[in-house]
């Protein structure tokens, strides 16, 4: 029975869970999937968000079994959980931002730089454009990647509010 995990996009069924992908993915290397490299991988797959380095260790620190876990594990192992095709690294003004990608949904981003949100979208009219853009090249698209930088809507409403109070 395939498994399924349900996020705010939909779902889209994978083989194996995350841990076992992983595990098949480090063999492949010739490594092993450590206690450490267990404790992450799990803790990752449990938690939708995006995230960064720090804020994984923070959340793996507040744990029993994180708790001990390294800087350079912590790095390490998101380096190689990208490698092995679970989470797609974006780098936004300069910090790199991971978020689940094995069983997730293709999507792209809105991005604000004031607050750091990240809106995630999908369009089918996009995938047709890039689609066909891939087909005007000859090229066997497999995956693109959009982000729109901005301001998003409470940033933009915020910022009237403190324009309209400069003025009175
Ligand atoms: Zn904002
Ligand atoms: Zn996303």
Redo the contacts with the bound molecule.
Sequence with gaps: MPLTSDFSLGKVAVALTPRERFAEFLQTRGKRITRQRQVIVDHVAGHHEHFDAEQLLAGLRRTTEGAKASRPTVYRTLAEMVDAGLLRKMVLGGRAVYEHDYGYPQHDHLH?T????LIEFSSAELARICDAVAAKHQFRGRAHRLIISG??A??RSNKSKSRHQDRV
Excluded: F, K, V
């Design positions: 604000c004031t607050c750091q949100r301001i998003c409470d940033c």
